[in-house]
């Protein structure tokens, strides 16, 4: 079975401070998100990536980059933390093949902005 | 912009009780997924429906997506307690690898 560990379950940091939020992805899958959860409205997609040192913007980029070095790790950065920004941050890696394809989460990462 | 709207967004049931939610859209997807999220933890794949009119069993789930594949329904028998937590759906369009999530329901069932 497809892995995704997010190493980060709960975070608090300041106004200001810059973020790092890692995930790594154990089965070779080229395809990975980063998704930002909050009641209400669901998961709302940040960025993505088809391959190394590729990324594209989802519907929510404004504050945030993000960094694919290496294929199984894909690093969400916040520069400069802001309260609107608390939220739970989910990673994702896709399977894909004939028909539909599925994602695979990790069990994200609860960041706190004070 | 494509989205998804679930209905209701809550709902609390005694252990026995059968129940129904619903994913609607205006815009077409060419496959729907189901996801269940426990607290603590990431979503989970229930299930995916591609042909319209489809409809897919997974024990005491049932899962349907619409004639027109712009809507789904999931609906569980004789729900348990197990069956507590966030159910989402999400629509891909054009067969691509990204998807609207709709905002969920949350599910509670008592004991």
């Known amino acids: 079975d497809v892995k995704v560990t997010q190493s980060s379950r709960y975070l608090v940091k300041r106004t200001g401070e810059k973020v790092f939020l890692e995930c790594v992805q154990d089965?070779?899958?080229?395809?990975m998100f980063w998704y930002r959860q909050d009641p209400g409205l669901g998961l709302r997609l940040i960025y993505f990536?088809?391959?190394?040192?590729?990324?594209e913007k989802g519907d929510i980029p404004e504050g945030y980059s993000v960094s694919r070095e290496k294929k199984e790790r894909f690093s969400l950065i916040l520069e400069s933390a802001s309260t609107n920004q608390t939220s739970m941050y989910l990673c994702?890696?896709?399977?894909?093949?004939?028909?539909?394809?599925?994602?695979?989460f990790g069990a994200g990462s609860r960041l706190t902005v004070l | 912009t494509q989205l998804l709207e679930q209905s209701p967004q809550f709902l609390s049931i005694q252990e026995g009780e059968n129940l129904t939610v619903y994913c609607n859209s205006s815009?077409?997807?060419?496959?729907l997924q189901w996801y269940r999220q426990e607290p603590g933890e990431g979503p989970v794949l229930l299930v995916t429906?591609?042909?319209?009119?489809e409809v897919k069993k997974l024990k005491r789930l049932t899962f349907q997506f619409g004639d027109a594949r712009k809507d789904s329904s999931l609906h569980i028998t004789a729900a348990q307690p197990g069956d507590t937590g966030l159910y989402l759906c999400?629509?891909?369009?054009?067969?691509?690898?990204?998807?609207?999530f709709g905002p969920g329901t949350r599910l509670s069932v008592l004991p």
């Open positions: 994702a890696s896709i399977e894909t093949g004939t028909g539909a394809n599925v994602l695979t």
């Open positions: 089965m070779d899958h080229e395809n």
């Open positions: 990536s088809y391959d190394v040192k590729m990324k």
């Open positions: 815009s077409v997807f060419s496959s």
């Open positions: 429906v591609v042909t319209g009119g």
């Open positions: 999400a629509g891909a369009a054009n067969y691509g690898q990204n998807f609207v």
